[in-house]
């Protein structure tokens, strides 16, 4: 990983372009980004109109840097139709979700028909088939974010969405992410009716390594938010790991009992330019509300 870190959202709340009013409703959550979802949640008959509501929504939109728009499978009629209205849409979505991504070359070709536009909005993967979880690396080099997409990727193996099932493709994206200073984005909770569910998934995908999880419903906001967001009593001990190892003149130094090094330090300098990152964006001077 090289260069300065992303901002990487910790929530990310998708609501279907189905109603203006119910996509500027959303706003009024707190997400780290709100995506307009022009995909699977909107029926092919209304994508149309879900257009229209996407363009209206982002003219509207106090941060548009913060506004993702999913899109439709690259290479579908769909997808053009969504390419055209974002191209020609006088605001632009900070982010751009694609969907059964097979490559990395789908990345850089959507990057070259946007900027052919004078677009050049964050590309995020949706991981949600067998090719994209195989080819992980290349996708992650090529794009700003990654998302597991569960339903699609069980439906294609023939496995119920659980932990375990689900488990070899979170560990495939948490290290390309990491190598490549990608986003790494956990599935949204299909569980609604049981909390402890979310909670519980939430706190094993940080432990992977992930920055962020999706949510439909923003009931499960502030649970995302309070496990995934900059913690101030975890900023300030990376802070002083760094400062400890710095006075050992990169050497071991010992931190309340414990033993710190290099490694330790490296990890924590990396924490603490992440998190100011994300609060430089997403906290709350710069938030999309």
């Not at 979700?97 to 959507?110: G, K, P, W």
């Amino acid at each position: 990983m090289t260069g300065a870190p992303r901002a990487i959202p910790r929530s990310i709340l998708y609501t279907p372009a189905l109603s203006l009013d119910r996509v500027v409703k959303g706003w009024s959550y707190d997400a780290d980004v709100h995506l307009i979802d022009l995909e699977d949640s909107v029926p092919p008959a209304e994508k149309p109109a879900a257009r229209t509501v996407c363009r209206a929504a982002l003219e509207k939109a106090p941060r548009p840097a913060n506004i993702a728009v999913r899109m439709n499978e690259l290479g579908s009629v769909a997808a053009v139709q969504d390419l055209v209205m974002l191209t020609e849409c006088p605001v632009r979505p900070g982010i751009v979700m694609m969907t059964m991504v097979t490559s990395a070359a789908e990345v850089a070709l959507l990057r070259r028909i946007l900027a052919s536009a004078g677009a050049r909005p964050e590309i995020y993967v949706t991981v949600e088939t067998v090719e994209a979880v195989t080819d992980i690396d290349a996708i992650a080099r090529s794009a700003d974010g990654l998302v597991l997409g569960s339903a699609d990727l069980a439906a294609t193996l023939g496995v119920e969405i659980t932990w375990e099932a689900m488990l070899a493709a979170r560990q495939a994206m948490a290290l390309a992410c990491a190598r490549h200073g990608t986003a790494c984005i956990d599935t949204a909770n299909f569980r609604l009716a049981e909390p402890a569910v979310l909670a519980e998934e939430t706190a094993r995908v940080r432990a992977l390594g992930f920055h962020g999880k999706a949510t439909v419903h923003p009931g499960e906001l502030d649970v995302i938010n309070q496990a995934l967001r900059p913690n101030p009593d975890d900023l300030r001990l990376a802070r002083r790991v760094a400062e400890a190892v710095r006075a050992a003149n990169g050497g071991i130094a010992v931190l309340d009992g414990n033993m710190v090094g290099p490694p330790f330090a490296r990890m924590a300098r990396a924490a603490v330019a992440r998190e100011d990152a994300w609060a430089a964006r997403f906290g709350a001077d710069g938030g999309t509300t």
